[in-house]
């Protein structure tokens, strides 16, 4: 099993829809959950960080279920500009990191 | 401000011949991590460090080499012995455990 999973998609959503994505990782012990945001040839930038149940902020909500094993990552009203590839990252054992394949999402005028 | 600089950010090279990419930084991380990412792909290990002298081999580590001299700076670089080094190449760094990686902007490899 893969340390942290993720549906590649794509995600095809009209404007102003609402998405989720979901992240599943195997090691119950991690603490903290990271949300990144790729677009096009360019560098992952963090998203959201999630230390506990969940994190707000703005549209964007992440909730974690410790229960299941896996973090989700809620997009209301979707923006054009919200069109990229959404990665999901786990900190493992000796400060490495696990890395989902990531999430393409594309939103359609 | 601080941050992750990684030069250049598009290199070319013939075949054959070893390429060393740049990675500073200047947020005071102690671990710094090399990545690459192939299109359509997602992100690999190919060496990480945590500290200053040390360093480890990620998952793909073979055909790659680094050091770390410094705590700023953590170079890669990719040996003739590489079979396909073309990819985007990215540099990030963090402050410890259970802290997000900040990126660099990458660099893109082409070699022909």
């Not at chain 1, 590649?8 to 603490?31: D, I, K, L, R």
């Not at chain 2, 190919?46 to 001299?69: C, H, L, T, W």
Request: glycine content about 8%; overall charge neutral.
């Amino acid at each position: 099993r893969k340390e942290v999973e993720q549906d590649p998609g794509p995600f095809n959503v009209p404007e102003g829809a609402t998405v989720a994505f979901n992240c599943t990782y195997s090691n119950s012990a991690s603490q903290s959950f990271f949300w990144y945001r790729q677009d096009c040839r360019k560098e992952p930038k963090l998203l959201m960080s999630v230390y506990s149940s969940g994190n707000e902020d703005g549209r964007f909500t992440a909730q974690l279920n410790r229960a299941s094993q896996y973090i989700s990552l809620l997009i209301r009203d979707s923006k054009l500009s919200d069109s990229a590839t959404y990665l999901c990252v786990v900190p493992g054992a000796g400060n490495q990191f696990y890395f989902g394949t990531g999430t393409s999402l594309t939103v359609i005028p | 401000d601080g941050g992750i600089t990684q030069s250049p950010k598009y290199l070319f090279r013939k075949e054959g011949q070893n390429v060393t990419l740049s990675c500073e930084q200047n947020l005071n991380h102690d671990a710094m991590y090399w990545y690459r990412q192939d299109p359509g792909q997602g992100l690999r290990l190919i060496y990480y460090s945590q500290i200053v002298n040390d360093f480890q081999k990620g998952d793909i580590a073979e055909g790659y080499s680094v050091s770390r001299e410094k705590k700023e700076s953590f170079p890669l670089t990719v040996t003739s012995a590489q079979k396909n080094p073309t990819a985007f190449y990215l540099c990030a760094s963090s402050i410890g455990a259970d802290s997000p990686l900040h990126f660099g902007n990458g660099t893109r490899l082409t070699v022909t």
